[in-house]
C-alpha cells in the first residue's frame, strides 16, 4: 500500500548549522512531494512542494532534492535559526491529491 | 481572515454522543480534504470533495463517520456514536487542484 518513510524523528542541531530530513515513498504514481512544519498546537504550514518534473527547488535558505528513481526526497535547511524549531512533515500525494504523510521529525536549534 | 476556518475549535464529548464540525474552506478553491492526526503522528486522510461531490473515502472512515460538501462550499463532518478512540485533531484543507493544500486550525475532540 501507500506508505511515507520519515527519518530522523528527532533532530537537534546548533544555530546556524544546516539540517537534513530525509524522507521514501512507495507508489511510484506520487508525483507532489510537500514539506509542511507544524509548531506545537497550530496547524500543519505549507513551506516548500516538489512536483515530479523537477529534481530541486530551493526557497531561501529551504530547498527539497527530489530522486524518483529512488523514491526519495529531501529537505535541507541551512543556517538554521531558533524559529525553525518545529516538527517537520514530509507527504506524497498522486492525482487525487490526497496527502500520505511521513511520521515527522522533530527539530530543535538551539541558540 | 482568507485562510481555512474549522468550527469548533475543541469539542469535549461523552462516549456514544453525535458530533459535527465544520470546515469553510478558501473561497475559490474546490478541492476540500479532511485529515485526522493524533499525538506525536502525522495526519491520516479521511475522505476528500471537488465541489459537492465527495471522491475518496478512505479504509480509516468507518460506518459511524459521514460526510457532506452540499453546495460546493463548506463541508462538515460528523462521528456518531462517538468511542474514546475517536478522540483526535480533525484537520480540514483546501485546495485550488491537485497539488497544495491549506490547513485549517483543527478541532481538537476528547471522548470521555
Known amino acids: 500500500g501507500e506508505n511515507v518513510e520519515q527519518h530522523p524523528s528527532t533532530l537537534s542541531v546548533q544555530e546556524g548549522d544546516s539540517a537534513v530530513i530525509k524522507c521514501t515513498y512507495s507508489d511510484s504514481a506520487s508525483n507532489y512531494f510537500p514539506w509542511y512544519k507544524q509548531e506545537l498546537g497550530k496547524r500543519p504550514q505549507l513551506i516548500i512542494d516538489i512536483r515530479s518534473n523537477v529534481g530541486e527547488k530551493k526557497d531561501q535558505r529551504i530547498a527539497v532534492t527530489l530522486n524518483k528513481t529512488a523514491k526519495h526526497f529531501s529537505l535541507h535547511i541551512t543556517e538554521t535559526q531558533p524559529e525553525d524549531s518545529a516538527v517537520y512533515f514530509c507527504a506524497a500525494s498522486s492525482q487525487t491529491g490526497k496527502l500520505i504523510f511521513g511520521q515527522g521529525t522533530t527539530l530543535q536549534v538551539k541558540p | 481572515d482568507t485562510g481555512v476556518s474549522q468550527d469548533p475549535r475543541h469539542k469535549i464529548t461523552k462516549r456514544g454522543q453525535n458530533v459535527t464540525f465544520r470546515c469553510d474552506p478558501i473561497?475559490?478553491?474546490?478541492?476540500l480534504y479532511w485529515y485526522r492526526q493524533t499525538l506525536g503522528q502525522g495526519p491520516e486522510f479521511l475522505t476528500y470533495?471537488?465541489?459537492?461531490?465527495?471522491?475518496?473515502k478512505s479504509r480509516l472512515l468507518s460506518d459511524r463517520f459521514s460526510a457532506e460538501r452540499p453546495k460546493g462550499s463548506f463541508s462538515t463532518l460528523e462521528i456518531q456514536r462517538t468511542e474514546q478512540g475517536d478522540s483526535a485533531m480533525y484537520l480540514c484543507?483546501?485546495?485550488?487542484?491537485?497539488?497544495?493544500?491549506?490547513f485549517g486550525p483543527g478541532t481538537r475532540l476528547t471522548v470521555t
Open positions: 470533495f471537488q465541489n459537492e461531490a465527495q471522491l475518496e
Open positions: 484543507a483546501s485546495s485550488p487542484s491537485s497539488y497544495e493544500q491549506y
Open positions: 473561497s475559490e478553491h474546490n478541492r
